[in-house]
């Protein structure tokens, strides 16, 4: 679910990042170490953190607007570059995100329904990571998988020791 962590907030104005559709909305290699501080990639070499960070694309989001909403599809990965925004679950408490969260890495791995809506605030400027490019970044990198795996396996033994 939402984490946040990344070292610097990042600004559309400070890294470049041109207007959707006009050619400059593809993210590029630089962008690897927001995704090093993401923990499903913490296993990952900078190699392959720049091969995910180059399936980047911006996406904007106008404030009221929904990034993701409950029960749809995990269909990509999203990270916040700029702006806020709110984490409704169907259960629990509100999240907010400001730039350096992220949310939905579990569904590059599984692609199960969101379990949650996240509505932009304000004007929320996003690089989001589709599945169907993951997982053919995947099949022609088998050890991105395996950097994967060892990562959910470390998450899930720390959880074992939790209960």
């Given at each position: 679910?939402p984490?946040?962590?990344?070292?610097?907030?990042?600004?559309?104005?400070?890294?470049?990042?041109?207007?959707?559709?006009?050619?400059?909305?593809?993210?590029?290699?630089?962008?690897?170490?927001?995704?090093?501080?993401?923990?499903?990639?913490?296993?990952?070499?900078?190699?392959?953190?720049?091969?995910?960070?180059?399936?980047?694309?911006?996406?904007?989001?106008?404030?009221?607007?929904l990034?993701?909403?409950?029960?749809?599809?995990?269909?990509?990965?999203?990270?916040?570059?700029?702006?806020?925004?709110?984490?409704?679950?169907?259960?629990?408490?509100?999240?907010?995100?400001?730039?350096?969260?992220?949310?939905g890495?579990?569904?590059?791995?599984?692609?199960?329904?969101?379990?949650?809506?996240?509505?932009?605030?304000?004007?929320?400027?996003?690089?989001?990571?589709?599945?169907?490019?993951?997982?053919?970044?995947?099949?022609?990198?088998?050890?991105?998988?395996?950097?994967?795996?060892?990562?959910?396996?470390?998450?899930?033994?720390?959880?074992?020791?939790?209960?």
């Amino acid at each position: 679910m939402p984490q946040s962590g990344v070292a610097a907030s990042v600004t559309a104005q400070a890294v470049g990042v041109g207007r959707p559709g006009d050619g400059s909305d593809r993210m590029g290699r630089e962008w690897a170490a927001l995704l090093g501080d993401v923990p499903l990639f913490a296993g990952l070499s900078k190699r392959q953190l720049r091969r995910i960070a180059g399936l980047g694309r911006t996406r904007r989001f106008e404030p009221g607007s929904l990034l993701i909403r409950a029960g749809d599809p995990g269909d990509a990965f999203y990270v916040v570059l700029d702006g806020e925004a709110r984490v409704r679950p169907r259960s629990g408490r509100t999240l907010k995100l400001s730039a350096g969260a992220f949310f939905g890495e579990m569904a590059l791995v599984d692609g199960a329904p969101r379990s949650a809506d996240v509505e932009a605030i304000g004007e929320v400027l996003t690089m989001r990571i589709g599945r169907g490019s993951f997982t053919k970044l995947l099949k022609s990198d088998p050890q991105i998988s395996s950097g994967l795996m060892a990562s959910l396996a470390a998450r899930i033994r720390s959880l074992e020791k939790t209960l």
